[in-house]
T-cell receptor
Framework: GAVVSQHPSWVICKSGTSVKIECRSLDFQATTMFWYRQFPKQSLMLMATSNEGSKATYEQGVEKDKFLINHASLTLSTLTVTSAHPEDSSFYIC????????????FGSGTRLTVV | GQNIDQPTEMTATEGAIVQINCTYQTSGFNGLFWYQQHAGEAPTFLSYNVLDGLEEKGRFSSFLSRSKGYSYLLLKELQMKDSASYLCAVRDRLSGGYNKLIFGAGTRLAVHP
C-alpha cells in the first residue's frame, strides 16, 4: 500500500537550533502534504498544507517564518523548525492524500521533537 | 470555520460493544474519516463515510448522517488491544477546490477485562 516515510523518528536539539523533518511518499506521488502537530493527550492540529511547486498554506496562528515548509518534488516534503524553543517540543506528523478519495490519507510515523 | 466534537474518554469491557459519537460543523463537507491512534504512533485508517448510512468493516462500523452533522464509530467484540484514541476527522472542501482534513480532539477508549 501507499506509504509515507518520515524521518527522523525522534530528535533532541538545543534551544536556538533548527531541525529538519522529512516526509517521502514511497510508491505514489503526493502532490499535497499536510503537516500536523500533536501535544500529549491532544489531537492533531493542522499546521500547514504544502503543495508541490508552490508556497505552503499555513493555518491561522502558525508562524510561517518559524516553520518552513518545502515541497520541491512530488515525493518529498520537508518541515524545518527554525530557532527551536522548548515550547516547540511536540509530535510532528505528515500526511498525504491517497490517489482515491475513499482511501483517505496516509500518515508518516511521526517525529518526536524535544528541545532542551 | 470548522468544529468537531467527540467525548474525551470512554471505558468498556472486553467482549462488549461501544459506540463513539462525533458531531461536526463545516462549510464544505466532503467526507468523514475515523482513525485509531495508539500513544506515540501515527493514526491508522479505520473507516470512511461520504454518503448517509452505515459502513461495516469487520468488527468496526461507522455511520453518517449529513443532515444532522453526526457520525458514530461502533466497535464490536472489544479486545484489550482496542484501547487507544479514536479520532473523528472531517474533510473540508475550501474555496479554490482543495481539501483539508480536520481532526476532532479524539476519544480515549480504555477496555477492561
Amino acid at each position: 500500500g501507499a506509504v509515507v516515510s518520515q524521518h527522523p523518528s525522534w530528535v533532541i536539539c538545543k534551544s536556538g537550533t533548527s531541525v529538519k523533518i522529512e516526509c517521502r511518499s514511497l510508491d505514489f506521488q503526493a502532490t499535497t502534504m499536510f503537516w500536523y502537530r500533536q501535544f500529549p493527550k491532544q489531537s492533531l492540529m493542522l499546521m500547514a498544507t504544502s503543495n508541490e511547486g508552490s508556497k505552503a498554506t499555513y493555518e491561522q496562528g502558525v508562524e510561517k517564518d518559524k516553520f518552513l515548509i518545502n515541497h520541491a518534488s512530488l515525493t518529498l516534503s520537508t518541515l524545518t523548525v527554525t530557532s527551536a524553543h522548548p515550547e516547540d517540543s511536540s509530535f510532528y506528523i505528515c500526511s498525504a492524500r491517497l490517489p482515491h478519495a475513499q482511501d483517505g490519507y496516509t500518515f508518516g510515523s511521526g517525529t518526536r521533537l524535544t528541545v532542551v | 470555520g470548522q468544529n468537531i466534537d467527540q467525548p474525551t474518554e470512554m471505558t468498556a469491557t472486553e467482549g462488549a460493544i461501544v459506540q463513539i459519537n462525533c458531531t461536526y460543523q463545516t462549510s464544505g463537507f466532503n467526507g468523514l474519516f475515523w482513525y485509531q491512534q495508539h500513544a506515540g504512533e501515527a493514526p491508522t485508517f479505520l473507516s470512511y463515510n461520504v454518503l448517509d448510512g452505515l459502513e461495516e468493516k469487520g468488527r468496526f462500523s461507522s455511520f453518517l448522517s449529513r443532515s444532522k452533522g453526526y457520525s458514530y464509530l461502533l466497535l464490536k467484540e472489544l479486545q484489550m488491544k482496542d484501547s487507544a484514541s479514536y479520532l473523528c476527522a472531517v474533510r473540508d472542501r475550501l474555496s479554490g477546490g482543495y481539501n483539508k482534513l480536520i481532526f476532532g480532539a479524539g476519544t480515549r477508549l480504555a477496555v477492561h477485562p
